[in-house]
């Protein structure tokens, strides 16, 4: 079975604590081969770049198994609401 | 012909022009601070003195000291290699993989010199049972490979450039669009960097993973410390313009 949006979007959403907001992109038009993925949690408060993408990776993990492209991005509240306005 | 180590750029003229015939010509720039160049060297002298390769001509070149002939060249990356016939570039080869180094070598023999073809191939024939086992013999060795000497082995990879990227191809062949990306940037901020093509080992592939606690590739090593991914490198320099620059002084 393919990688899906919704599929991605459950295992971060159970795995990291306090997500504020969720974005996945699939940008390979259905193939499941290639995400673009944003999280928004205060969980990342006080981590580093390196720290944030591992807890994503780790959620995301057997899914990442099969995926080709994946990119992500992750922010504190904090910083998307700087971001977004 | 043993190898000769390159001083200067009229020596190299000389030996590529006047002094080359139509013999053929193979190049191998190296630095002295690229760890990878270290074992390189030992393999290189060691298929120099080979009685086959007695008319070939091996050429030694540090890329650091002789700048005037690495820019001639355009090299970017070391190892490199390349091979001349009649002054003509026949092909070239980015990387530390001895293997991928000696059948291209020897192809480029046989295109260039093909009477010499049947004596090579008698000795195969021979020796075709002894280098069976040889091939047993390597592969229970890289199976009895414990986790500690696995480590090791990455250790030393990930420290063999003060900035090494581990990336899918080579910079002058990217094999994905994220690997591409990440040579793209460091070349735009005019840093050297050693690099591994990952798709030639799958040993390190699999292992830098765990090594990293990293999923994917490319990843960028900076005095051998894992640094991340395309993503992560990309943020850093938006935030700080000379990330680069701090994580190397660092």
């Not at chain 2, 970017?76 to 990387?95: N, R």
């Not at chain 2, 010199?113 to 021979?126: A, I, L």
């Not at chain 2, 960097?193 to 990293?214: M, N, P, T």
Request: hydrophobic fraction near 35%; charged fraction near 25%; include cysteine.
């Amino acid at each position: 079975m393919s990688v899906t949006e919704q599929r991605l979007r459950e295992r971060i959403e159970s795995t990291i604590p306090q997500v504020y907001h969720i974005i996945v992109t699939d940008l390979s038009y259905g193939c499941g081969q290639s995400f673009d993925i944003v999280v928004v949690s205060d969980f990342f408060q006080g981590k580093n770049k390196l720290m944030r993408s591992r807890a994503v990776n780790k959620a995301v993990k057997e899914e990442l198994e099969e995926i080709h492209a994946f990119s992500c991005k992750c922010y504190t509240e904090e910083e998307w609401s700087k971001i977004v306005v | 012909m043993p190898v000769i180590e390159i001083d200067d750029q009229e020596q190299f003229t000389y030996l590529t022009t006047t002094a080359a015939g139509d013999k053929l010509i193979v190049l191998y720039f190296h630095t002295s601070w690229a760890e990878p160049c270290k074992a390189l060297k030992q393999v290189f002298e060691a298929i120099s003195n080979e009685p086959s390769n007695a008319s070939v001509s091996f050429l030694s070149i540090d890329a650091d000291e002789n700048s005037e002939i690495s820019e001639l060249f355009e090299i970017s990356a070391v190892p490199y290699f390349i091979l001349i016939h009649k002054g003509t570039i026949l092909k070239e080869l980015s990387g530390a993989d001895p293997k991928e180094f000696v059948s291209l070598l020897e192809n480029y023999k046989k295109s260039i010199n093909p009477e010499s073809t049947p004596t090579s191939t008698v000795e195969n024939v021979g020796a075709n049972e002894g280098s069976h086992n040889d091939e047993d013999i390597d592969d229970d060795d890289e199976e009895e490979e414990t986790e500690e000497q696995v480590n090791a082995r990455l250790t030393k990879l990930v420290n063999a450039a003060p900035v090494m990227l581990f990336m899918k191809g080579s910079p002058s062949e990217p094999k994905c669009g994220f690997s591409r990306q990440l040579v793209g940037i460091l070349r735009e901020h005019q840093v050297r960097f050693g690099f591994f093509d990952i798709l030639r080992d799958d040993s390190v592939r699999q292992h830098l993973k765990k090594f990293s606690e990293w999923p994917t590739f490319p990843q960028l090593y900076i005095n051998g410390e894992f640094q991340g991914g395309l993503d992560i490198i990309k943020e850093s320099l938006e935030e700080d313009p000379d990330f680069l620059q701090h994580a190397l002084q660092s």
